[in-house]
């Protein structure tokens, strides 16, 4: 006989920071979840998508062992729902008659009581599913408590089969687990997707996301539910971890939340710093570091990484390190101090004449009759840089590397030099973004940050020409073209793949737009052996843009 369908229903959704590869931790974190769900009277918890793995785990996930341990992780979790507290709706891998699937699972009354899984698997930017799952077969709704619930993952929404075939099959409300990673625009898609998934099946739909760092990408949470009415019933905080309990109710006409807490997001610029401190704070977490170490230059760049840094970690666990030459200013001096002194975290001066000056007389035999340039300023980054790792290989602590997007495109960067280190927080972040944060930062902090409030950038820091001090009077600027123009080309070529001709249509210099274009092919070669650092635009250099090194390929303007 089946089960006579219920009225009410209380749902519980965990936004949860997950960790790759930990699935007892990750177990843990769930199991924590549930009985806070339990104790407000909950009766089912979703997860998000692949929570017992780590999203995304990559080819951790073909390993047999990996697979054998999430399962059995899976199986121990189902056992203890026999205790008669909430269901659980939990991602997991899942292998089946030889293949292996992205799944959700029910786990209920002490057993599995369902599977499905992903159908549509993404292979693009940042993901390549493709590559380790199999595409589950067109789903129909899961059967709990007499209500039929839809379970599509992730995906599954962003095209309009799977959920056509959910509400042709007879689902009654929509929950999506979730591992959608943090990008500029990113809020408008999903919303826009979930709105046109309400309207064309007529079902209230619940989008419940991923929050945390791993690796070059930070999931920024943001979960909400959304009613059949398309009225947002439901919006959870972004970068904050939240498990909530929701209201469902069946109405003559279907499911209805309960309307609830409308956090406000954090978005734009704001969002952009939440994001690089919470995936720099998990790097350095989930790798086991004990904090971190950074040349602090008196510029605004390592300014910037200064104060994420100890906004995601606190003043104790972020040692600046002042590496003065004969061409640091005194101007370069104060300003770093300054920085350090507001943050309040460690400061040291460790000059860099006599590890300069002992690489030049070492190499004078062969230098001998050569005019000095780029070879002998590059001997100062690189002794900062085997200073900072020096200090971090005695203490510990991961060196973090300082260096923006524009620098990045266009390898204005020293290779073992001011490019050592662990991982970039800055890395996605052009020049001119750099600027708007640090402004930003003097007025404003997240919710979860460590840092002192107020201004910790001086504002000298700020309104002083860039400049790398290699040499006498040197700005960043004899190089490279105001970083207003120079970004603005970068934008183009880079997150738009614009044609170097449709950018001079524009009313860009012919020659310094291909200029350009030749600086950021040339660097290729530079970028592949950067650091991690954290995804912020649509298309960050490695999982987004991955171009060969060895091209020949020239456009014409």
Known sequence: MSEAPVDQLLIAFAQLNPLVGDIAGNAGKARAARALAAEQGADLILFTELFIAGYPPEDLVLKPAFQAACRDAVHA???????????????????????????????????????????????????DEKRVFAPGPLPGPIAFKGVRIGVPVCED??????????????????????????????????????????????????????????????????????????????????????VRVTRWERWADGWRCEEGARAPLVQDDEADYAACVMGLRDYVEKNGFPGVVLGLSGGIDSALCAAMAVDALGAARVH??????????????????????????????????????????????????????????????????????SISNKFGAMVVTTGNKSEMSTGYATLYGDMNGGYNPLKDLYKTEVFRLCRLRNRWKPAEALGPDGEVIPDNIIVKPPTAELRDNQKDQDSLPPYDVLDAILQRLVENERPVADIVAEGFE???????????????????????????????FGRDRRYPITNRFREMA
Do not use: H
């Open 320 to 389: 600046c390190v002042m590496l003065p030459y004969r061409y640091t200013s005194n101007e370069s001096l104060s300003d770093a101090a300054g920085v350090a002194e507001a943050l309040g975290c460690r400061y040291d001066i460790v000059p860099i004449s006599e590890a300069v000056e002992g690489l030049e007389a070492s190499l004078s035999p062969l230098f001998a009759g050569t005019e000095r340039g780029v070879t002998e300023e590059n001997l100062q980054s690189r002794a900062r840089g085997t200073i900072l790792m």
């Open 77 to 127: 979790l189902a056992l203890e729902t026999a205790d008669g507290g909430p269901a659980m709706l939990i991602g997991a891998p899942w292998l089946d008659a030889g293949k292996l699937y992205n799944a959700v699972l029910l786990l209920s009354e002490g057993a599995i009581a369902a599977v499905r899984y992903k159908v549509d698997l993404p292979n693009y930017g940042p993901f």
């Open 157 to 242: 929404i962003w095209s309009e089969d799977v959920i056509e075939c959910l509400a042709e099959t007879g689902s009654e409300l929509l929950l999506i687990p979730n591992g959608s990673p943090y990008r500029r625009p990113v809020y408008d898609e999903r919303m826009n997707v979930a709105v046109a998934r309400v309207v064309e099946s007529g079902l209230p739909l619940a989008y419940v996301n991923q929050v945390g760092g791993q690796d070059e990408l930070v999931f920024d949470g943001a979960s909400f539910v959304l009613n059949a009415d398309r009225s947002l019933a439901i919006q959870f905080p972004n970068f904050q971890e939240r």
């Open 510 to 540: 012919p020659a310094l737009v291909a200029r350009v274009e030749r600086m950021l092919n040339i660097a290729e070669y530079k970028r592949r052996q950067a650091a991690p650092g954290v995804k912020v635009t649509p298309r960050n």
